[in-house]
């Protein structure tokens, strides 16, 4: 799959990428910094070459491990949702492909992001196009555990089926802070926004029906 070496980006896969901006402001997509921000981001660098001219369809792929790259809309809906301001410290559970993470760091978030998946964290480790956001910071680890040593954050996004909302995650989400999390089991998902206070009482709002792989316990060799 991946990439350890540049690829190139052309006029094509711009072109492509333009028709994917238009496709998530046709489904509902309003906020104009996540929408630029992945017109910036070449997603066929994150993909096997294999996908390289389906790349920008707005679907999820296949990559490491059986696990996916989220699909563009779910992306763009979860960012948006998170209102990320400059410099917002934000943990990310489920690194994946690194493509969230890279949309994040574009809305000028500080991300720390945690994988459970070995084998997918060492790959994206070489991943050339990482070098260019020194704001991302990587940990293999379990995401139900979170980050306690670099809490609290502004933001917490779940990017994988959680069962339930962590209890150590709401903790390490600070007073005024946001959580995206996709809450449900393998027969689909509904996104959670769930908002703190400036007193720590927490809000939940259902925002609609996804469907993702499963956030599962401990981390794997
Ligand atoms: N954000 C990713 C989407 C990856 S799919 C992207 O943009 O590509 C979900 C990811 O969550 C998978 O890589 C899976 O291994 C990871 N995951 C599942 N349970 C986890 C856990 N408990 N802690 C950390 N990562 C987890």
Redesign the pocket.
């Known amino acids: 799959m991946l990439h350890s070496k540049p690829k190139e980006d052309n006029y094509l896969h711009k072109g492509l990428r333009k028709q994917l901006i238009e496709t998530l402001k046709e489904k509902g997509i309003t906020d104009n910094a996540v929408l630029e921000a992945i017109n910036n981001i070449p997603r066929h660098f ?1 993909l096997d070459p294999a996908f390289e001219r389906i790349a920008y369809e707005d679907r999820a792929f296949p ?1 490491l ?1 059986d ?4 699909q563009p809309y779910t ?1 763009a809906f979860q960012s948006q949702l998170l209102q990320i301001k400059k410099f917002d410290k934000v943990l ?12 994040l760091a574009e809305l000028g978030a500080t991300v720390y ?5 070995k084998e ?1 964290y060492d790959f994206v480790g070489k991943f050339f196009f990482l070098k260019n956001y020194p704001s991302i910071k990587r940990f293999y ?4 555990k979170g980050l306690p040593s670099y809490a609290p954050f502004d933001k917490i ?1 779940i ?2 089926a959680a069962p339930y909302i962590p209890d150590a995650l709401l903790d390490q989400l600070k007073n005024g802070g946001i959580m995206v999390a996709p809450v449900g089991g393998d027969e689909g998902q509904k996104m959670m926004l769930i908002t703190k206070d400036k007193k720590g009482n927490i809000t939940q709002k259902e925002m609609g029906d996804f469907s ?9 060799k």
């Open positions: 994150f990559i491990a696990q996916t790259i989220s992306v990310e559970i489920g690194t994946g492909s690194a493509y969230q993470a890279c949309v992001t945690i994988e459970r998946q997918l680890g379990d995401g139900y996004i990017t994988a993702f792989v499963p956030m599962l316990q401990g981390k794997n």
